[in-house]
């Protein structure tokens, strides 16, 4: 694509990274087919390529954005299906980041508007907030529906159904320290404890620390560790999403220089994509440029790091058929495609993948919050994807697809990372009713 950039606004280095990504861009429209907004709403200026367009004419005339560019920025999830399809590598990740970083700048949004995305940033990243917000939530829940009834509210209305019946107690696997390795230590990882996963579902990560150990890895939980700055990067907070970064850089270096680490492990993959790109987020910052590569490249999903291990035979076979879904910050953020399945077959579970697989569940972070309309209509085609399989349960990598599927789905939703430490002898997932276990032979 022709762009018209004048050599002042290249000077700015976040204008010429846009620059170069405008024009790899042939307008072929390929992407516009997997993009989830556009198979949902029909019109081209929800489409990958019609953001493009949006974006290149804000930035080219160094425009203010506008209610209608917001609009239809603010309908895409971010998902990167367009970066999965696109044949010509397109880096629509890191171009709808500066345009949100743009959009934040110079755009007033309305009052309540304002106001709800103020809420969200400052208590999902905090866990001591938000485990409070859900205690409130639980009391709100009855009013949800006069909620709906005025648009503004209505981000308020879908944070009251989301949130769930009961908050479990928080885990002292969240705490800093040391959880050493079974028998004869083979390897050493950081465990990311996050912010809203360890609230909704501290059984995930209290799985993943099990499992390796028995497996000869010793987890630590450094101390220092927060939110990766997701939630905020993809609201265009870029001064507290490098902030958060850099927070878990120091974190992670202090224990990468100390005893050394094998890897940072992550059971969100929504995380997984952001820290694997703190190297480039960070890219401008000389004192942290380095630190925060040599971070995103020690950065491993767990069952990317699972797959490297040496495993022994699975304790039990569970034999039962899962629907794998696989979180968009999985397939198309980290390319993860094979590993979680290829684990849970070789524990013994039958793996059945769900017709539009490449569809976006319609969580996408705060996206269920703020866009409920075509959040649900996305996770209502997803859920009716997956019971068509006829699985008796589902099993992903990310807690956000986990809360927005279980909201409709009539079959239990598990992290893989449970059902994995399930087959070699952990805990069965409490979200699993009673069933019949085969020994292994
Ligand atoms: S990130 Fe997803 S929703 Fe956004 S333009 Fe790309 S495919 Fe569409
Ligand atoms: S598929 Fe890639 S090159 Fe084609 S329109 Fe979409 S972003 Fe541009």
Known sequence: MQTNFTTAQL?????????????????????????????????????????????????????????????????????????TTCPSGVNYMHLVDHARVHIEKTYRRPLMNRFTRGVLAAVLPYPTRFRAALKLARLGRPFAGAFDKIAALKPFAAMLRLAPASVPAASA???PGSHAA???????????????????????????VSLLNRLGI????????????????H????????????QNVDAWMREIEQDGLDAIVITASGCGTTIKDYGFMLRLDPAYA??????????????????????????????????????????HGQKITRQPKELLTRAGF?????????????????????????????RDRKVKNIEATGAALVATGNIGCITQIASAANIPVVHTVKLL?????????????????????
Not at 27 to 42: I, K, R, S
């Open 173 to 175: 696997m969240a705490s």
């Open 350 to 378: 039958v793996v059945k993948e769900p017709r539009e697989g490449h569809l976006c569940c319609g969580s996408a972070g705060t996206y269920n919050i703020m866009q409920p309309e075509i959040s649900a209509r996305l």
């Open 290 to 331: 380095e630190k925060a590569a040599r971070v995103s490249a020690l950065a491993k999903d767990v069952t990317e790091y699972l797959a490297t291990l040496d495993l022994p035979e699975p304790q039990r076979k569970p034999g039962l058929t899962v629907a794998y879904h696989s979180a968009c910050s999985m397939q």
């Open 11 to 83: 000077a700015d280095p976040h204008v010429a990274e846009s620059e170069k990504i405008l024009r790899k861009c042939v307008h072929c429209g390929f992407c516009t087919a997997t993009c989830p907004t556009y198979v949902t709403l029909g019109n081209e200026l929800d489409s990958p390529r019609g953001r493009i367009y949006l974006i290149k004419d804000m930035l080219e005339n160094s425009r203010p954005a506008d209610k209608e560019i917001v609009t239809h920025i603010d309908r895409c999830l971010s998902c990167l299906a367009c970066m």
């Open 182 to 208: 079974k028998g004869t230590k083979l390897g050493r990882v950081a465990i990311l404890t996050g912010c809203a996963q360890p609230v909704l579902e501290p059984g995930i990560n209290e799985a993943t």
């Open 218 to 233: 010793e987890v630590v939980v450094p101390r220092g560790e927060g939110c990766c700055g997701a939630l905020v990067h």
């Open 235 to 246: 609201m265009g907070r870029e001064g507290a999403a490098l902030d958060q970064a850099r």
């Open 421 to 441: 430490d399930w087959a070699y002898g952990g805990e069965k997932p409490a979200e699993l009713p009673a069933m019949t276990l085969q020994a292994a032979e």
